[in-house]
């Protein structure tokens, strides 16, 4: 029994245990059904009012599209319907102008055939007044057009020539502005010596009784003496003086030296005149070398050989219208360098060609060629450039200049040449030029007067009013220093100037 109880007691207690959790798992899933029957309620109802929400919005947001479709519409409406007035606006516009330009159209054909009908009676017109012209004028159409056209032609040579004169007039100022700044600017650079040299020296005697030994006995110490320097010595009635005279200014220097000399030691006679002139003739020689190593060494020019450097120290001795020849070629070689640094030319062949310009008056010669052409014959000898050759044979205008540097030679020799104090002349080739530019002058037709004034370097001209014209002063002028050119030579330049006047004389009685 008591086993049965062990048995049925537990197996109630499984049974009880197995029935209350039956009933609370039917009450619990009864429960879960309840809530979950419950949200499905709630959910449809939210899911029902969300509908609702989103049919009222898609109405709205239908109606707005409407909306805004109706008004854009009702603006491209009222768009076309402005364009559509515009348009008709223009039409009548377009109407009106063609209607206008019948108009002007049918006025202009009215006018055209005015003005043809009129064109036509203007011709009429015109062939009756020329008609009449010609009778009353008593010339034809084709005399009347011969002389207006030559009454334009005189005209035209008028006005043309004021042109020509006022073009001319400003084409030299501005050139002698410019010519005239770059030769001051040379100028002002410029410092050289003016020497002044003559055919003649003196010798200074300590007394009298020195002429008779310088005769010696018979004349034979100043027979030696003069047949060993080539030159004359005269022995007058000056004080302790004795003159010295040669066109060689070597054989003039060699003399003078020599003489001195022998004055100063006291024995003359023919043995020993002859060992002291050939003792100076040597020392000559050699400062002859020095000056003109001298003058090439200052100006800075090299590779000229013995033979120029010798032929351009014979030049310190001899001189052209009283200025030294080689003071006056290193002057023109300063000028040529200073102008063609100016103007941008060959500084080197400018000065060279300056420097070598009157080489061939060093040179001894019993030709007949002139300084030039010897000049420019050495200058090849000595491999010179052939710019420098033709400078040195341009210098006088012998030939034409082919380079510029050869016309910068031809400037700065006529500066050195013409500056005042540079040359002297003798007073009878002096009046003689000043009487031929007179002359020259004279011998034009229509001149009066000439009067060759400041030195020389102007010619005033008095033309007679009635024969020479306005127009034809400036021919003139040009004529008449062609002629001066061709005619004359002369140092720089002349300028030639032409007065005409009208004098009215009345008088008050």
């Not at 209350?20 to 949200?39: D, G, H, M, P």
């Not at 027979?223 to 005279?245: F, H, K, N």
Request: net charge neutral; aromatic share 4%; with cysteine.
């Amino acid at each position: 029994m008591r086993f049965l109880l062990f048995i049925i007691l537990p197996l109630a207690g499984l049974i009880l245990g197995w029935i209350i959790r039956w009933l609370y798992a039917k009450f619990q899933l009864s429960s879960t059904e309840q809530r979950v029957e419950r949200l499905n309620r709630e959910a449809i109802k939210e899911a029902e009012s969300k509908k609702k929400e989103l049919l009222l919005e898609a109405r709205d947001q239908l109606q707005k599209e409407r909306n805004q479709q109706e008004r854009e519409y009702r603006e491209s409406r009222i768009e076309l319907q402005r364009m559509e007035r515009r348009l008709l606006q223009k039409e009548e516009n377009l109407e009106k102008k063609q209607n206008e330009l019948e108009k002007h159209k049918t006025l202009l054909a009215d006018r055209e055939r005015k003005v043809i009908e009129k064109e036509k009676y203007l011709v009429i017109e015109e062939e009756n007044w020329k008609k009449e012209l010609e009778k009353v004028a008593g010339i034809t159409k084709e005399e009347a057009k011969v002389l207006i056209m030559k009454s334009m032609e005189n005209e035209a040579r008028h006005d043309s020539q004021v042109i020509i004169n006022k073009i001319e007039a400003e084409a030299q100022l501005s050139a002698d502005r410019k010519a005239r700044d770059i030769i001051v600017t040379t100028i002002q650079r410029l410092a050289t010596d003016v020497s002044s040299e003559v055919s003649i020296s003196s010798v200074s005697l300590p007394n009298d009784e020195m002429k008779g030994r310088i005769i010696g006995r018979e004349g034979r110490n100043i027979r030696t003496l003069e047949t060993l320097t080539g030159v004359d010595i005269i022995i007058d009635d000056t004080p302790e003086a004795v003159v010295i005279s040669c066109f060689d200014s070597v054989r003039k220097e060699i003399a003078k030296v020599a003489l001195e000399r022998l004055i100063q030691d006291g024995r003359i006679h023919p043995a020993r005149i002859e060992e002291v002139v050939l003792k100076v003739t040597k020392e000559i020689g050699q400062v002859v070398f020095e000056e003109g190593e001298k003058v090439v060494f200052d100006l800075g020019l090299h590779n000229i050989p013995k033979e120029g450097v010798q032929a351009l120290g014979r030049l310190h001795f001899r001189t052209s219208y009283g200025q030294n020849v080689l003071d006056h070629s290193k002057e023109v070689a300063v000028i040529s360098g200073m102008l063609a640094a100016e103007l941008g030319a060959d500084r080197e062949i400018a000065k060279r060609g300056g420097l070598l310009h009157d080489i061939g008056k060093g040179i001894e010669t019993e030709g007949d060629s002139n300084h030039a052409e010897l000049g420019a014959e050495l200058a090849r000898k000595l491999g010179e450039n052939s710019k420098v050759i033709n400078a040195i044979l341009s210098h006088h205008n012998d030939v034409e200049p082919i380079c510029v540097e050869a016309v910068i030679v031809q400037i700065a020799d006529a500066i050195s040449a013409s500056r005042p104090g540079a040359r002297r002349e003798t007073l009878n080739n002096y009046i003689k030029r000043l009487e031929n530019l007179e002359k020259i002058s004279e011998s034009f037709e229509g001149v009066e007067k000439a009067f060759a004034i400041q030195a020389g370097r102007e010619l005033r001209i008095i033309v007679n009013n009635d024969a020479v014209s306005d127009e034809r002063t400036k021919n003139l002028a040009k004529d008449i220093a062609k002629k001066i050119e061709s005619d004359l030579r002369y140092p720089g330049r002349i300028k030639v100037t032409i007065i005409r006047e009208t004098r009215v004389v009345e008088y008050a009685r």
